[in-house]
Structure formats: structure tokens, C-alpha cells
């Protein structure tokens, strides 16, 4: 549950990290639509993509910052590929290196450069080749293609059945290494007991450490850790309604309304606050107005969360034919979001959901 929420948690900072050392957002070219776009021709520039669903069968030129629901990419990307999305599949060629942000990822195709992926399900198929090496922050990690660099895994579940050209440092409560699979370099892997590994699997030296775990601290810090969280954005909640008690319900009324062009701009929107911040931290004259920005921004992502939570509250008390003061609803859509969100993978969307909807939605309504 962990390792797929820090996956999802990550998907803002991993397209934001590898965007400011490429370009600034105006080196992109930008392509915005409805539920489908797809992109059959040659592009000869960088691109920045949003929408439900995004197929690439062309080719492009340059590189490829992708936000939607499903990203399939079936053409080629010349350099690199940025994406944060529910589903991603690679079943062309990326010539350099993927960034992925997703609830799942899946390579068919061929990644010439690194991998670099926080998400719910990593897969790399049969057939499917990574030319660089593999960073993966997931819930489970299935290798069965070919991968030249290196493997660093972290995740629940482990499964090793392709070919490794460099080292291996795996992190799971359970890992599996068939004896199909190889390892050219070293081994290095914690987990819950030891795993089997055939003589000749690793062609270097093999490291096992064991991972201790205490279930009843584990569940007491994981309860104390749920009851500082929800009491302290029950507590921001408060403050929101009343400094803004009719534009914070008001934001919530338009939740249901286009959840996902709100979503994308919410998204698209973080991404290039951050970008902005990052210059003015570079200006060295505006690292003040960096900062206040940072701080504004990290408040309003916390707004944003209150904001859904009266829209949870409102939704489900109406649904049990209630009525209520709109600091329970908040309370209560409070509880069941932070519940929710203790699902692996589909808890982290959610939360994630959550959060970047309402933001697009007070955007929209700033700017309007």
C-alpha cells in the first residue's frame, strides 16, 4: 500500500524534475482535446499533449510531456517521453529516456535510454527491451524482456524472468527469479525470507538481506500517522470556511461538472507553476516570489483537498437522505477520502483525483 501511494505521490515531481532540466514550457508545442487525440503524422518539435485518451502512431521529432487517462505510444518518439496518466503502454520506439507517472506501465517496445517509473504495475513484456537501466517505485515489478543497465526495484512484489546486462538491487516482501532469467553483474535484495535462485542466474556476487517487519507497529504508527492527518486537513478545513466559506462551497458545486478538463488543468497547471517557481529560484533576484508562490501553491493543493471532501460529504450524505452544516460534510467527506485512499492503487488515484480537480477548478474559476 505504501510503495503505490509514494508511486503516485511522485507523479508531479518526476515530470516536473525532468522538464526543467530539458526545456522551459515555451519550447513546447501544445496539444489540447476532448476524449481522443491521436497523433499519425510526423512532428518535428517538442510537445506537450492533454487528453482523455492519447495515441501516438506517427512519429515525433523531439520530446513528449504527456497528462491523460490511457497514453499509448505506437510510433516513435525520438528523444524523450514524459507522461503522467492511468495507463501507459510503449509498444514503439522511445529513442532516449521515459519518465512515467501512472497507475500502470507496460513496454512492449523498445526504450533506448533509461526507465525511470513510479507507479501501481510496472511490466516489461516479452520481446519488450529497455537499453539503459530501470529505476521502479511500484506495487509489483514484472520483468520478462531484456534490460542492458541496471534494475533498482522497490515495490511489494518482485518478478524477475528477463535478462539483466548490468547489476540488480531488488526491494520486496516477495521476489521470485526464474531460472530463465539472468543477472550479469551483482545481486543485492532485501525482503521478507530468501528467495531460490538457480546456479548461474547471477554472474557476480549475490547479497541478501532480511527485512524485518513489525505488524503491531506497523498498524499503531500507520493508525496514529491516519488520525495527525485527518485531524490537521480537518483542522486547514476550518480555517478555509471561514475565511471563504462561499467560495470554498461554490468550488465544490462544480466537481461533478467536467471532472476531466478539470483534472488536466489542474495538472498542466502544477506543472508549469513549478516551472516558474524553479526560474525565479535560478534569478537569484526572485527567489522571494519563488518562495511565496511554493508556499501559495502547496496551500492551495491542501484547499484543493478540503474542497473535494465537501463535494464527498455532500454527495454521500444526500445519498443517505441527510442533510448537514457544511463543516460535518467537510468532516465526513474528510474521513471517507483518507479511508479511500488506503486502497492500494486505486486509493492513490482517487487522492490524486481529488486533489488536482478541484485545483484546475479554482484555476478556471481565478481566471474567468
Not at 192 to 218: A, C, F, P
Request: hydrophobic share 45%.
Amino acid at each position: 500500500m505504501k510503495m503505490s501511494l509514494q508511486a503516485l505521490c511522485k507523479i508531479m515531481l518526476l515530470a516536473v524534475t525532468f522538464m526543467l532540466f530539458c526545456h522551459t514550457a515555451a519550447a513546447y508545442t501544445t496539444i489540447e482535446g476532448g476524449d481522443t487525440i491521436v497523433i499519425d503524422d510526423v512532428i518535428d518539435d517538442d510537445i506537450i499533449v492533454a487528453g482523455r485518451t492519447i495515441i501516438i502512431e506517427g512519429t515525433v521529432n523531439g520530446d513528449v510531456v504527456a497528462a491523460g487517462g490511457t497514453v499509448e505510444v505506437k510510433g516513435t518518439i525520438e528523444q524523450d517521453l514524459i507522461v503522467a496518466a492511468g495507463d501507459v503502454t510503449i509498444s514503439g520506439t522511445v529513442g532516449d529516456d521515459v519518465r512515467v507517472a501512472s497507475g500502470t506501465l507496460t513496454i512492449y517496445g523498445d526504450v533506448q535510454d533509461d526507465v525511470l517509473s513510479a507507479t501501481g504495475k510496472t511490466t516489461l513484456a516479452d520481446g519488450g527491451y529497455i537499453g539503459g537501466d530501470l529505476s521502479a517505485a511500484s506495487g509489483k515489478v514484472t520483468i520478462l524482456g531484456d534490460i542492458d543497465g541496471n534494475i533498482e526495484a522497490s515495490a511489494e512484489e518482485i518478478d524477475l524472468q528477463g535478462n539483466i546486462g548490468g547489476d540488480a538491487d531488488l526491494n520486496a516482501e516477495k521476489i521470485s527469479i526464474s531460472s530463465e532469467a539472468s543477472i550479469d553483474g551483482n545481486l543485492e535484495y532485501r525482503s521478507k525470507s530468501e528467495t531460490k535462485i538457480e546456479e548461474g542466474t547471477v554472474g557476480n556476487n549475490v547479497q541478501y538481506t532480511k527485512m524485518e517487519y513489525r505488524d503491531n507497529g506497523g498498524i499503531v504508527s500507520s493508525l496514529l500517522s491516519g488520525l495527525i492527518s485527518y485531524l490537521g486537513l480537518v483542522l486547514i478545513g476550518l480555517i478555509g470556511l471561514a475565511i471563504w466559506p462561499e467560495y470554498m462551497k461554490n468550488i465544490a458545486a462544480k466537481t461533478s461538472k467536467s471532472p476531466g478538463k478539470a483534472f488536466l488543468t489542474g495538472l498542466l497547471v502544477l506543472i508549469l507553476a513549478f516551472i516558474i517557481a524553479f526560474l525565479l529560484f535560478v534569478t537569484i533576484i526572485g527567489i522571494p516570489l519563488g518562495l511565496i508562490m511554493l508556499i501559495t501553491l502547496v496551500v492551495m493543493l491542501y484547499v484543493s483537498r478540503i474542497i473535494a471532501s465537501i463535494w464527498i460529504g455532500r454527495y454521500l450524505l444526500d445519498k443517505m437522505g441527510k442533510s448537514s452544516r457544511t463543516m460535518n460534510e467537510m468532516a465526513f467527506g474528510l474521513l471517507v477520502l483518507l479511508l479511500v485512499s488506503a486502497i492500494p492503487i486505486i486509493g492513490g488515484l482517487v487522492y490524486l483525483a481529488a486533489t488536482l480537480i478541484p485545483f484546475g477548478n479554482i484555476y478556471m474559476t481565478a481566471r474567468n
